[in-house]
C-alpha cells in the first residue's frame, strides 16, 4: 500500500521539481528517506515532486488511531523527521512550521570512545538530537509565538553545519531558522552570558566589542602516534594570552568545533578550515600550510567580538588534559538548544528600529560587493599562484643558467694562462656563483610574500562563500514582511532583529578585511624590498670583485 501524509501547512512551489500542497490534503510519498529536508512525492491533483518535509505528517495505516481519523497518533506517530522519544522530554523550542525544519540536519554528537580516533579523513557529522533545557536562577524564558498558529512541542528544529544546495529561494531562510523565529515559533532559555548585543557605531549597527580581547598562537605541529604507532597524528599547541596554558589540539578537533560554530551562529560567517587531505598529510609543505591556515583561521575568530566568547570556543581553547572535562563540554556543546530559530532569541539590538528600506538597500550593496570581490579574488589568487611558480621554477631555472654560462666564460678565460688575467676569471667566476644564489633567492621567495596573500585570499574566499546564505535569510526576512502585512508590526520587530545581527556582522566583516589585506600587502611590500635588497647587495658584492682583483 502506498505510504500517505497528510499536509499540516499551505506550501506554495516557486521552482521546477517542487509541488504545491494545501493544509488537510493527503499526498502519496514516494519514499520516506528526506533529501535535505525535502521529501518526494504525488499531491491529489496528480503533480509529483518536492515539497518540505516538515510540511506533512505520515499517516501510519497500521495504527488504530490512523485509520479511523487518517491523523497519526499514540507512540508510532511522527511527522518527517520527528523522533517519538521526545514526547516525554520538555518543549526546548517550537518551530512546527516548515520553515524550520527543511532546514536543518543536526551534526552527531559521535561517540565519545571515538574522540581520539583519527577523524582527518572522515567527517564528523552523524545524527544528534536536542535533549533537556538550561534553567536555574540567572536564566530567563524568551518565547516568540503568533496569535492562532499551531504548535506542536514535540516537533524539534533541527539544525546542520553544513549548508545544503538551495531547493527554493527561501531554503537558506528556512534552514537557519530564520522563518520559524519570524513567525514566531522560536522558544528556549536563554542565560545573561548568552545574550548578544548589537550597538549603533559611528557606520551603522555592530556588535558590542570584546572587553576582554585575547590571541591565541599556534606552535609548530608535532606528530603523535597511539595504539602502539598503529596510528599517527598530527597534534597542534594552542597558548591562548588570556590563559597562557598552552592545550594540545589535533584538526579532528578544530573540525568539531567548525561543525558547532556554523550550527550555533546563521548569520555570523564562520571561517572555512584548510582542507583536509587524505594523501601527504605528514608532508613538511602541507602541514606548513595547513598551520598558516589555522593561524589565519585561529586570528579571525579570537578577533570577533561574538565567536571570541561563545563558550565552545572558549572550551576548545582552555580545556586541558582533563578527559571527563573535555567530554562534559563537548556534550553540552552538542546539546545546545541555542541553534537555529532560538539562536535568534539571544540578540539585544539598538531601541529604535531600523529603516527596512535602508537595509534593504545596504544588503543589495553588500551583495555586489561579495560577487565582485569574490571575482577578483580568484584572478588574484591565480596571478599571485602562477608568479610564484614561475619564480620557484622558470626564474631559478634561467638566473642559474646565467650564472652557469658566466662560469664557462670563466673557465675558458683560464686557458689564456695569463697572469694579469686571474683576478678578472675569478670575478667573472663568482659572478657566474651569484647568479646561481639569486636563483635559490627567487625560488625562496615565494613563502615569504606570495604563499601569505594565497593564504589570506583562501580564508576570504571561504567567507564570501558563507555570505551568499547569510543575506538570503536578511531577504527572506524582509520578503515574509512584505507578505504578511496584517501582521506587519509583529513580524518587522523579529525582521530588525535578523537586520541587526546581519548588518552588525557585515560591519564586521569590512573592518576585519581592511586591517587584514593592510597588514598583508604591508607585509609584502617589505618582503618584496628586503628580497630586492638582498639581490642588490648580493650584485654590489660581485661588482667589488672586480675592482679588488686588478
Known amino acids: 500500500m502506498a505510504l500517505k501524509a497528510r499536509v499540516l501547512y499551505d506550501f506554495a512551489s516557486e521552482n521546477p521539481g517542487e509541488i504545491t500542497i ?15 529536508g525535502w521529501l518526494e512525492g504525488q499531491n491529489s491533483r496528480g503533480d509529483t515532486g518536492l515539497f518540505p518535509a516538515s510540511y506533512v505528517e505520515v ?61 582527518d579523513d572522515n567527517s564528523t557529522a552523524a545524527a ?28 524539534q528544529a533541527k539544525s546542520s553545519a553544513t549548508v545544503g544546495r538551495n531547493l527554493n529561494r527561501f531554503s537558506t531562510f528556512v534552514k537557519s531558522g530564520g522563518e520559524a523565529f519570524l513567525l514566531g ?40 602516534t597511539k595504539f602502539k604507532g598503529m596510528k599517527s597524528y598530527m597534534s597542534y ?19 568539531w568545533l567548525y561543525a558547532r560554530l556554523v550550527e550555533r551562529f546563521p548569520v555570523i560567517s564562520v571561517p572555512h578550515l584548510p582542507e583536509k587531505q587524505a594523501a601527504g598529510r ?41 578527559e571527563k572535562a573535555w567530554k562534559r563540554g563537548k556534550r553540552k556543546a552538542e546539546r545546545d538548544e541555542l541553534v537555529g530559530a532560538n539562536f535568534f532569541l539571544t540578540i539585544s539590538t539598538p531601541a529604535v528600529p531600523l529603516d527596512l528600506h535602508e537595509v534593504e538597500s545596504k544588503i543589495e550593496g553588500f551583495k555586489s560587493f561579495t560577487k565582485k570581490m569574490d571575482e577578483n579574488i580568484v584572478i588574484v589568487n591565480a596571478a599571485v599562484n602562477e608568479f610564484a611558480r614561475k619564480q620557484m621554477t622558470g626564474f631559478k631555472k634561467e638566473y642559474q643558467k646565467v650564472g652557469q654560462s658566466f662560469k664557462l666564460l670563466g673557465q675558458a678565460f683560464e686557458l689564456d694562462q695569463q697572469v694579469y688575467s686571474d683576478g678578472l676569471n675569478r670575478a667573472i667566476a663568482y659572478t657566474g656563483e651569484a647568479y646561481e644564489v639569486i636563483g635559490e633567492f627567487f625560488a625562496e621567495q615565494p613563502s615569504q610574500d606570495l604563499e601569505p596573500i594565497s593564504d589570506l585570499l583562501d580564508l576570504y574566499r571561504g567567507h564570501l562563500a558563507n555570505y551568499p546564505d547569510i543575506v538570503h535569510v536578511q531577504k ?17 520587530d523579529r525582521c530588525n532583529i535578523i537586520s541587526c545581527a546581519t548588518l552588525a556582522e557585515i560591519q564586521h566583516f569590512h ?24 639581490i642588490t647587495t648580493k650584485l654590489q658584492d660581485a661588482l667589488q670583485r672586480y675592482d679588488e682583483e686588478q
Not at 522560536?186 to 558590542?208: K, L, N, T, Y
Not at 590563559?243 to 594540545?248: C, D, F, H, R
Not at 507578505?483 to 509583529?490: A, I, R, V
Open 185 to 224: 515559533e522560536a522558544s528556549a532559555f536563554v542565560e545573561g552570558g548568552d545574550r548578544i548585543c548589537v550597538i549603533v557605531g559611528q557606520h551603522g549597527p555592530e556588535w558590542q566589542e570584546n572587553p576582554y580581547p585575547f590571541t591565541c598562537a599556534i606552535d609548530d605541529p608535532t606528530k603523535q
Open 128 to 155: 544528534n538530537e536536542l535533549s533537556g533545557v538550561r534553567g536555574g536562577p540567572s536564566t530567563y524564558t524568551v518565547t516568540t509565538s503568533l496569535p492562532g498558529r499551531r504548535g506542536n512541542a514535540q516537533q
Open 282 to 322: 605528514f608532508e613538511e609543505d602541507f602541514i606548513s600550510k595547513r598551520r598558516r591556515g589555522l593561524t589565519w583561521w585561529l586570528n579571525h575568530m579570537t578577533g570577533h567580538p561574538v565567536l571570541a566568547r561563545c563558550d565552545v570556543f572558549q572550551h576548545f581553547l582552555t580545556c586541558g588534559t582533563d
Open 511 to 534: 573592518r576585519t578585511r581592511v586591517r587584514d589585506f593592510r597588514w598583508q600587502m604591508q607585509h609584502h611590500l617589505h618582503q618584496q624590498i628586503s628580497f630586492f635588497q638582498k
Open 237 to 255: 599547541g594552542l597558548t591562548p594570552t588570556h590563559t597562557n596554558t598552552q592545550v594540545n589540539r589535533r584538526y579532528k578537533h578544530f573540525d
Open 22 to 36: 494545501t493544509e488537510s490534503e493527503v499526498v502519496t510519498l514516494f519514499s520516506e528517506e528526506e533529501l535535505d
Open 59 to 119: 499517516i501510519r495505516l497500521d495504527n488504530p488511531a490512523d485509520s479511523s481519523n487518517g491523523l497519526p497518533s499514540g507512540p508510532d506517530s511522527r511527522s518527517a523527521g520527528y523522533d517519538s522519544s521526545f514526547q516525554s522530554r520538555p518543549a526546548v523550542s517550537t518551530p512546527s512550521h516548515a520553515a524550520s525544519s527543511p532546514a536543518v540536519t543536526r551534526p552527531a554528537e559521535g561517540s565519545d570512545d571515538d574522540w581520539d580516533d583519527d577523524w
Open 476 to 492: 527572506g526576512a524582509l520578503t515574509k514582511v512584505k507578505e504578511c502585512p496584517k501582521q506587519e508590526g509583529e513580524l518587522r
